[in-house]
């Protein structure tokens, strides 16, 4: 089998050095923060006081407050902190700054998404010209056809981040309501429980209802269409929101098809043009084109540090960072740009001072198939308490090619093309749909250009596009000598894997297989299968 | 004049009692533990709410 070569960090981490004491089984949250020494929690504290900041602006608003008691996945933002300290688990120097810096951005960022939807709520802020110039997208779909709308004049409402996505990252259990519902209607529990969980929404009645138009994507697998016909359904016949279905080609890598997908992405401008009476301005498109641009060398340059022996920005903060930046932005707001470039000079600073995340750096691992939200801290888990170093996720591992960026008659044209495709290699179907090709071949590639030995696959249990190649990861990997190591979930049903049951999936590999002790014992079991 | 000199120690009083305030809440984590309290309460409010379900 493949090995690596041991890092061995010199200098012993500030503060205490078993941060699994700070959990305790009767508590639904932990007993108390971690101590990281007095200028990293010192640090610590001033974020956390930001992040209190940012939730009591938006309760100060009144529609907010009404809001707030009329959704139940509003309940989850009351744990936005403790959210904020699984990203923190053992982080000390550039690695919390790190995940500081992209998760709060992340964390103001969706505060902004549900104050917008508020806002325009018929039931609660009813702001009618505001809502007439508001376009419902998809949680899991590119916004790249709104490139070259003025985001002054029209909002992009990105409607089941809030709602759905990211509330289940601060809370394990606020999902399970919504898959009871749409059980209850009669659909199958075994599709995918995120759109499942977004169709139980809908369902409900507990989705934010705003919009002149919305545009559905055909996003990534069987559990999403069933979920789009069932949101469209409510919003076209009984709000009157008329939606418009971009169809996106699967099979991206063919190039029969981006004429198709370019004719697609018109349709859609086209739609969105009629029903908020704006028109594309090509000006604003290729500035966000630039910053398109910048965000993905930022990226690959994030990528390119995360290759060495020290590796600075990864895990459940660089996933998803990049998928707000790349799929939920895509260049329209130009504030990513200053948090890309901090984040950078961060990891460069952290890359030469050889900083590590844990005290040894056994293992080099490529994350493949999709994270459960409920135990999103796993990877940061996984280098504290087994020196696997996370390298890079397939969820991060998105589009590198440059687009056109300036505005000459060819690039108008070239500027579509490239639209078709951005929107065709989005986050998940960049890698689950596409061929072998792109969920196999491109994992062997990543392995070898960023030296992992191991390659840790989530099998998210209803994902058909991913189970259904699990003999040929396991054949491939062992003629390569590369470890497969399989950990099961369920994505947003802690119901079905408890978040120790997952988490004892790498225990017993790296016992068994493995046969190695634990670098923090106090982390191999954690009774937090309760915790919010 | 005398109690002008006062304001800067007074405003450095104040900066330490927050600062004393909310590092104890934040270190023992009790903003997180009273919502932990209040989570159930708020869970019987929304299961009071009636909703219009529809597929």
């Given at each position: 089998m493949k090995t690596v070569e041991k890092v061995v960090n010199p200098v012993r981490r500030a503060g205490e050095q078993s941060p699994g004491r700070i959990y305790d089984e009767k508590l639904k949250v932990r007993a108390r923060r971690e101590w990281r020494g007095v200028k990293d929690t010192f640090y610590d504290y001033t974020r956390w006081l930001?992040?209190?900041?940012?939730?009591?602006?938006?309760?100060?608003?009144?529609?907010?407050?009404?809001?707030f008691f009329r959704y139940r996945w509003m309940m989850s933002y009351l744990f936005v902190p403790h959210g904020m300290d699984k990203f923190t688990i053992g982080l000390r120097d550039e690695a919390l700054r790190i995940a500081h810096t992209s998760f709060n951005f992340v964390i103001a960022d969706v505060t902004q998404a549900i104050a917008n939807c508020f806002r325009g709520d018929r039931r609660v802020g009813n702001d009618k010209a505001y809502s007439d110039k508001c376009v419902i997208t998809d949680e899991n779909s590119?916004?790249?056809?709104?490139?070259?709308?003025?985001?002054?004049?029209?909002?992009?409402?990105?409607?089941?981040?809030?709602?759905?996505?990211?509330?289940?990252?601060?809370?394990?259990f606020n999902v399970m309501h919504y898959l009871d519902i749409a059980q209850q209607y009669g659909i199958p529990g075994d599709v995918c429980p995120m759109p499942e969980a977004e169709a139980g929404i809908s369902i409900e009645d507990d989705f934010c209802v705003l919009g002149c138009c919305a545009v559905q994507n055909n996003t990534t697998c069987d559990g999403s269409l069933m979920g789009n016909g069932i949101i469209a359904k409510r919003l076209d016949r009984e709000y009157g929101i008329p939606t418009f279905q971009l169809a996106t080609p699967l099979r991206h890598k063919e190039p029969d098809v981006l004429e198709y997908a370019a004719q697609e992405i018109r349709n859609a401008i086209a739609f969105v043009e009629e029903h908020t009476g704006e028109k594309w301005d090509w000006d604003l498109y290729f500035k966000a084109?630039?910053?398109?641009?910048?965000?993905?060398?930022?990226?690959?340059?994030?990528l390119e540090i995360n290759s060495t022996p020290y590796p600075q920005f990864?895990?459940?903060?660089?996933?998803?960072?990049?998928?707000?930046?790349?799929?939920?932005?895509?260049?329209?707001?130009?504030?990513?740009?200053?948090?890309?470039?901090?984040?950078?000079?961060?990891?460069?600073?952290?890359?030469?001072?050889?900083?590590?995340?844990?005290?040894?750096?056994?293992?080099?691992?490529?994350?493949?198939?999709?994270?459960?939200?409920?135990?999103?801290?796993?990877?940061?888990?996984?280098?504290?308490?087994?020196?696997?170093v996370p390298l890079a996720d397939m969820l991060s591992i998105i589009n590198t090619d440059m687009i056109a960026d300036e505005d000459t008659p060819e690039n108008r044209?070239?500027?579509?093309?490239?639209?078709?495709?951005?929107?065709?290699?989005?986050?998940m179907r960049n890698h689950t749909h596409g061929g072998y090709k792109v969920l196999l071949?491109?994992?062997?590639?990543?392995?070898?250009k960023m030296n992992a030995d191991v390659v840790m696959m989530w099998e998210h249990m209803s994902c058909k596009a991913l189970t259904g190649m699990h003999g040929?990861?396991?054949?491939?990997?062992?003629?390569?000598?590369?470890?497969v190591m399989w950990v099961t979930h369920d994505l947003c049903d802690p119901r079905v894997f408890t978040r120790q049951a997952i988490r004892d999936q790498v225990n017993n590999y790296m016992r068994t297989v493995m046969r190695e002790e634990p670098l923090d014992p106090s982390l191999e079991n954690i009774p937090d299968n309760e915790a919010y | 004049m005398k109690n002008l000199l006062k304001i800067p120690l007074y405003l450095l009083l104040i900066a330490?009692?927050?600062?004393?305030?909310?590092?104890t809440v934040y270190f023992f984590n009790l903003d997180m533990k009273a919502t932990a309290m209040l989570a159930p309460l708020l869970e019987k409010w929304y299961d009071r709410l009636e909703r219009k379900q529809y597929i």
């Open positions: 930001y992040l209190l900041s940012v939730l009591g602006r938006f309760i100060l608003v009144p529609r907010n407050v009404k809001g590119m916004v790249t056809f709104m490139m070259g709308f003025d985001r002054d004049k029209v909002h992009t409402i990105l409607r089941e981040v809030p709602t759905m996505f990211a509330s289940n990252i601060f809370h394990q084109a630039r910053r398109v641009n910048y965000a993905t060398k930022c990226r690959i340059a994030q990864f895990g459940a903060a660089f996933s998803l960072y990049n998928d707000t930046n790349y799929m939920g932005n895509s260049g329209r707001d130009p504030a990513f740009v200053g948090i890309d470039r901090k984040l950078l000079e961060l990891a460069e600073q952290g890359y030469k001072a050889k900083r590590m995340y844990a005290g040894e750096y056994r293992h080099r691992a490529i994350v493949w198939g999709v994270q459960p939200q409920y135990v999103i801290d796993m990877l940061y888990w996984m280098v504290q308490c087994w020196g696997v044209e070239q500027a579509y093309r490239d639209m078709a495709m951005l929107n065709m290699e989005m986050i071949d491109d994992l062997w590639d990543l392995c070898e040929m990861f396991e054949e491939q990997g062992r003629a390569r000598g590369i470890h | 330490l009692g927050f600062f004393v305030v909310t590092f």
